[in-house]
C-alpha cells in the first residue's frame, strides 16, 4: 500500500513539474517583457504623481514629484538596457515623462472643478507649446537652435530632434549647408580647380557697348564646371559638384547672409567656407541703376557695392532657395 502511494506522490510531482517546465510564461521574449515593464512603470508614474497632487490638496502646498521622477527615470533606462535594444518603443523616456505628467495634471485639475486643454484637436491652448500642425508661429531659431525641423510632439509639447544645434554643417563633399537658411554653400580651397581661392571670374563677356549679358566666365565656366552632370537614360543624373547639378550664383542678400566680422581676417569664416585670397565676390544681382554693373560683396568689411560686370572678381556657389 506504501509502495501505490509513493508511485502515486512521484507521478504527482513529474506532473509538476512537467507542466512547470512548459509554462509559457517562462519563455516571454525580450519584446514583450521590455513592453509590459514599461506599461507596469507607466501606471506607477501616474499614480505617484496623483498621489503627490493628494497630498498637496490635504496640505496646502504645491506637489513634489521629485520621487517619483527619479524612479521613473531610473526604471525605464533599467528596461531599455536589459532589453538590449528589442524593446517595441524605444528612447521614450522624455516623451512618456511629458505625456503621462500633462494626463496626471489634466486628472488633477478636473476633480479641483477646472477645466483642461484639449491637447490634439489643433489648436495650441494654455499650457501646450503647440497642437498637431500648429506650432504657434515658433520655429527652431525661437528654441536656440537652426533649421526648418520644428514638430509637436507628445503631450502637446515641440519636439527639436530634426532641428540643428549648429548653423552650418560640411557636408564633407566640399559643401557646407547654413541651416539658418536652408542654402547649401560651395567650399573653396587650394586645389588649383574651379573652386580654387585664387580663380577670377568675370561675370559677362559682351562688349563694353551692351556689358549686360550672364555670359561671362563665372557662368559658362565656374558654373558649368560645377553643373558637369550627365545622364544615360534620361532619369539618372551623375557627376556634378558634390553630386548636385543645381549650383547658382548667389544673389546680394544670400551672400551677405554669411557675412561674419566677428572672425579674424576677411567678415567670414574661412574655417567653414573654405580660404580666400581676395574679398572681393560676386552676386547674380544686377546694380538697379546701371544695367551694366553688378552687385558684390566686400568681404574685408562686409559690405555691397557693385562693380562693372566686365571686370574679374571671384565667385562661391550655392543652390537651394529661390
Known sequence: MKEVASSALAIGFACVFIIATTNPAAAIEPAVKCEAGKLKQASKY?????KAESKAVKNAESANYTKCDEKFGEKWDKLEIKAEGACPSDDDKASMNTRITADAAEIA????????????????EAGEDCDQSDLNSETCADQGLFGNGLACGAGCAFDTSDCSATRYEDTGLGSVIDHQTGLEWQKTDDDDGLTDKDKWYSWTNTG????????GTAFIAFLAGLN??????????SGGYAGHCD????????LLAIVDCTVVGFCIDQSVFGPMSSPTYWSSSTDGNAADRAMFVGFFFGDAADNGKNDILQVRAVRGGS
Do not use: K
Open 46 to 50: 501616474g499614480a505617484c504623481r496623483l
Open 109 to 124: 485639475a478636473l476633480l479641483a472643478g477646472g477645466t483642461v486643454t484639449e491637447c490634439g484637436n489643433g489648436v495650441v
Open 208 to 215: 563694353d557697348g551692351d556689358a549686360t549679358n550672364p555670359d
Open 228 to 237: 558637369n552632370c550627365e545622364s544615360g537614360d534620361g532619369a539618372t543624373v
Open 247 to 254: 549650383w547658382r550664383i548667389p544673389q546680394i542678400d544670400e
